[in-house]
């Protein structure tokens, strides 16, 4: 065996002891992309490497007021399926305040909205942050309030549209993720962090806290007992502590960020999208209850209107006819 197929072979071993350990005892520091990258499978073999060329970004308008976002940058690749939200207030560490989570939310509607687009980047302008969380200067009695009289928390009904969005949203992580910040990338699907990336709750000492997605989410991803610990004692913790946690599923050198972000974007497009839609409703549907099974329900019944059963059912009763559903299996 040449040392290239004796390095593939352990590779894989290594890949696949580590998927039969008990969760939570496996190797963190074999990370996704060593396992993925150097086999030369037959897929690979027959799809080749994902391209790795920059795209061409188009800047999206608000389509509500017809001009440019004022707090977030909208773009989309050209001719390919990958759109990019960017939080764009670096001066203030990327804070949202109320203005912000309305175009983010309209960005991400228009995003779903669009069939040509498959995954969805979410990232902090600069590399100095990807979100602090809520603005503080805008937060009043009852929530941060900017243009209006009264404060609202709007935020927790985007957590929710990124949660049940039938597409895969990847946050890519540079400098601070904190407070509602953490929040945010801990809903998205997945977490590609820079080497300088840092992750934790602060709401503790700024007195606020997440009792929603901000708990429960996390609770899921690093247990019980380190959830306590990152809401009680807000401490930050680095890319790799993060990584180690199951808060992120790689860490790469800054400078890759966006290089890796695209590489998982364009792997994740080169597959099934209704495979990946119905996987991420039913990654979601026991935690997420009734919400939850209504969104993997819908699925199905998206996939059945596309059958012949489903037609038989429709095109007979426009036609004023009885149906015949004899002619379909009723199968094991
Ligand atoms: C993020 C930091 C750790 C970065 O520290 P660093 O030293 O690098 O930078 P500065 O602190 O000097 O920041 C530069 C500049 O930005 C301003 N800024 C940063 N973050 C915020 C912020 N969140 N709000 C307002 N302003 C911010 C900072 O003041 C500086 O401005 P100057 O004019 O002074 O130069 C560090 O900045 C930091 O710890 N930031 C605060 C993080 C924080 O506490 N966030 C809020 C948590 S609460 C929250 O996010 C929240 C929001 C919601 O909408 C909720 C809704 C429902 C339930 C819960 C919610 C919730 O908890």
Redesign the pocket.
């Known amino acids: 065996m040449d040392q290239n197929m004796n390095m593939i072979v352990r590779r894989r071993m290594a890949c696949v002891a580590n998927h039969l350990m008990p969760a939570g005892q496996q190797n963190s520091c074999i990370s996704v992309s060593n396992c993925s990258s150097p086999m030369d499978d037959s897929y690979r073999r027959t799809h080749g490497d994902v391209p790795s060329h920059e795209p061409a970004w188009r800047t999206v308008n608000d389509v509500e007021s017809g001009k440019e976002f004022t707090d977030i940058i909208y773009e989309k690749a050209v001719g390919e399926g990958i759109a990019k939200i960017t939080i764009n207030r670096p001066?203030?560490?990327n804070?949202?305040r109320p203005q912000t989570v309305k175009e983010l939310m309209r960005a991400f509607n228009d995003a779903r909205d669009d069939i040509t687009i498959g995954a969805i980047i979410f990232t902090g302008k600069g590399t100095?942050?990807f979100c602090?969380?809520?603005?503080?200067?805008f937060r009043g009695k009852n929530?941060?309030a900017d243009y209006d009289n009264f404060g609202r928390?709007n935020?927790?009904d985007l957590q929710v549209q990124i949660r049940r969005l039938p597409k895969p949203v990847i946050a890519m992580v540079a400098g601070?993720a904190?407070?509602?910040?953490h929040v945010l990338h801990m809903v998205c699907d997945l977490t590609i962090a820079a080497e300088n990336a840092?992750f934790g709750q602060?709401?503790p000492?700024?007195g606020?806290?997440?009792?929603?997605y901000?708990a429960s989410i996390m609770s899921r991803l690093v247990g019980p007992k380190r959830a306590r610990e990152m809401w009680y004692l807000s401490k930050f913790y680095t890319a790799s502590e993060a990584e180690k946690m199951g808060l992120v599923n790689i860490v790469v050198p800054l400078e890759k960020l966006e290089q890796e972000t695209l590489k998982w974007c364009r792997e994740i497009l080169r597959n099934s999208p209704t495979a990946i839609r119905v996987s991420k409703s039913a990654i979601n549907a026991a935690d997420d209850g009734h919400a939850g099974l209504q969104a993997l329900a819908g699925d199905a019944t998206l996939m059945f209107y596309g059958t012949e059963e489903g037609n038989e059912g429709r095109s007979s009763y426009l036609q004023h006819q009885k149906p015949d559903f004899s002619k379909f299996p009723r199968l094991p």
């Open positions: 001066d203030r560490r804070a949202f100095q942050a602090s969380g809520g603005d503080q200067t929530g941060y928390l935020v927790l601070y904190v407070g509602g910040g840092v602060t709401g000492k700024v606020s806290f997440d009792a929603g901000g």
